[in-house]
T-cell receptor, first 113, second 114 residues
């Protein structure tokens, strides 16, 4: 069966520091991968999605970036964190078919201080 | 524009009471529709999905949802709520022409009173 792993579960970082959140998927190949952010009291905002290695689409201009160095690995990064980057970050995967749902990881709680 | 709307931000029900969470979508063609549940500090778990066919779909944990094209709605229901159902519920849709992206509603937070 397929599983998705996200780490770390929680992270506290000072403003201006770099960020790296990692997500890996097991049990499937060539998944579509997604990064969502959930700010406090708000819904889910799609940040990035990827259909293959090295293929990244950005939904929202910001100081975050994403990379997909391997088929089942998706990384969210920042060179300098802002206070507004605080939130709950969720990675998800789906198969390539349009009617497939997204399957989510357990998320990373990021607090920028 | 493609959108999913959940009109109720918070809902409180008594344990054992019935539940209906509202969801509306905005688009010409029928989207693929999903309901997810999120417990505090956790990821999202898929409850059910609708693609076509029977407009009443059954999901996990005793939930069901009914698709109504005339009302552009996909409301989630449960006949008898348990205290463990307290969580946040998200309606989401995939729309043709929107690639394979899932668009979420703002969510409805459900509180259950004993």
């Amino acid at each position: 069966s397929q599983t998705i792993h996200q780490w770390p579960a929680t992270l506290v970082q000072p403003v201006g520091s770099p960020l790296s959140l990692e997500c890996t998927v097991e049990g499937t190949s060539n998944p579509n991968l997604y990064w969502y952010r959930q700010a406090a009291g708000r819904g889910l905002q799609l940040l990035f999605y990827s259909v293959g290695i090295g293929q990244i689409s950005s939904e929202v201009p910001q100081n975050l970036s994403a990379s997909r160095p391997q088929d089942r690995q998706f990384i969210l990064s920042s060179k300098k964190l802002l206070l507004s980057d605080s939130g709950f970050y969720l990675c998800a995967w789906s198969s390539g078919s349009f009617n497939s749902p997204l399957h989510f990881g357990n998320g990373t709680r990021l607090t920028v201080t | 524009a493609q959108s999913v709307t959940q009109p109720d931000i918070h809902i409180t029900v008594s344990e054992g009471a019935s539940l209906e969470l509202r969801c509306n979508y905005s688009y010409g063609a029928t989207p693929y529709l999903f309901w997810y549940v999120q417990s505090p500090g956790q990821g999202l778990q898929l409850l059910l999905k609708y693609f076509s066919g029977d407009t009443l779909v059954q999901g996990i944990k005793g939930f069901e949802a009914e698709f109504k094209r005339s009302q552009s709605s996909f409301n989630l229901r449960k006949p008898s709520v348990h205290w463990s159902d307290a969580a946040e519920y998200f309606c989401a849709g995939k729309f043709s022409g929107g690639y394979n992206k899932l668009i979420f509603g703002a969510g409805t937070r459900l509180a259950v009173h004993p």
